[in-house]
């Protein structure tokens, strides 16, 4: 990299910006630790310093593979598998759908990744659906859970193994040129691929599904995770705990995504104070909050309205005249929610409601 012509380089990181990046004002970075395995991680924004170093190994930078607006720049499949007969497989149906080559990358360990660029930001549910399209078999960026879809971003260097992540040709050879390979990648119109995905009806009809999917973390949550809090700390602190554990995530798991969150809060939770948070949730029965408007989770987290499923399918119930309360199969709440449910209803009958 110290070797390329300062206006290539130039242009190399006005590329990798334009087409990787979806968040630029903040880039989760990895630093290895001295004198021991592991890493500490740390939020920066995006600058050309932040790529040089990234490329000489001395960081790694995690994208994201979507912007707070739930939009993505890019898809990606990857492959945890060398045989080569696998990669050619998804290249054949990626040909055999209309998509564009892809930019193929090796990234410093066993496997391969692909990805695809898209001509303007789609939402995070399209380019998903354009993967699964792909393959069924591996896994695709952006994910269900889009709080934890960071990927290593290519041209770095691999912690683990020492070695370089590097652009691949047709024939798996390595390019060296990567700025003229990423400035004649095919961009993907996405209106093209509209057709691969589920109609309108069917979606429609999945609105009548439980509440919240397993495995699929609620879209409000998403964003109170990447943007912190400013307000309501310690209460979106343990709407967090309580989402990751029922979504099967170790207490472990946890602690290092609050500590993570913690970051980009005001004023932020002291060390003792995430773990009376961590502790609330983690103990006792499990408890998922639903989205009634006059539940706790409306109460602390700004809703995303017709961008959230769960609110649409809130909305479908109402004109159809059901029920919309939160259900009794997603549990009891704390004995704090019961007392404040009954002092409400008491409240209701003295007003002759």
Not at 165 to 173: I, K, Q, T
Request: net charge negative; charged share 25%.
């Amino acid at each position: 990299m110290s070797s390329m012509d300062a206006g290539k380089l130039q242009d190399l990181i006005q590329l990798y910006r334009d087409m990787f990046v979806n968040c630029p004002d903040v880039c989760t970075v990895q630093f290895p630790e001295e004198g021991r395995r592991g890493v500490t991680t740390e939020n920066q924004p995006f600058t050309d310093q932040l790529f040089q170093d990234h490329c000489e190994g001395r960081v790694t930078i995690l994208l994201r593979a979507v912007s707070p607006t739930l939009e993505a720049k890019w898809m990606a499949i990857i492959l945890r598998t060398t045989v080569v007969s696998e990669v050619q497989a998804i290249l054949k149906k990626a040909r055999a759908l209309g998509l564009p080559h892809p930019l193929l990358e090796y990234p410093g360990r066993r496997g391969f990744r692909m990805f695809w660029f898209f001509s303007s930001p789609v939402s995070a549910k399209e380019a998903r659906a354009l993967g699964a399209a792909v393959t069924e078999r591996h896994e695709v960026l952006p994910n269900e859970s889009t709080a934890f879809d960071f990927i290593a971003g290519p041209l770095g260097v691999e912690p683990a193994s020492g070695e370089r992540s590097v652009f691949l040709g047709d024939n798996f050879e390595e390019v060296a040129d990567s700025r003229n390979l990423l400035q004649k990648a095919e961009l993907v119109e996405i209106n093209k691929y509209l057709h691969l995905f589920q109609p309108c009806r069917q979606r429609q009809a999945q609105m009548f599904q439980p509440p919240v999917s397993e495995g699929t973390l609620r879209p409000c949550l998403e964003l109170a995770l990447r943007n912190g809090a400013s307000g309501f700390v310690h209460e979106t602190g343990h709407l967090i705990c309580v989402e990751l554990r029922r979504l099967h995530c170790s207490k472990t798991q946890a602690a290092g995504v609050l500590a993570c969150w913690n970051l980009r809060c005001k004023p932020r939770l002291s060390r003792d104070e995430l773990g009376l948070v961590l502790n609330g949730a983690y103990s006792g029965t499990m408890y998922a909050y639903g989205c009634s408007p006059e539940g706790h989770l409306r109460r602390v987290l700004d809703c995303l309205g017709e961008r959230c499923p769960l609110y649409v399918r809130e909305e479908i119930r109402r004109e159809s005249g059901v029920n919309c309360h939160d259900r009794a199969s997603e549990g009891k709440g704390t004995a704090n929610n019961a007392a404040e449910e009954t002092d409400k209803e008491s409240q209701l009958a003295e007003d002759g409601v």
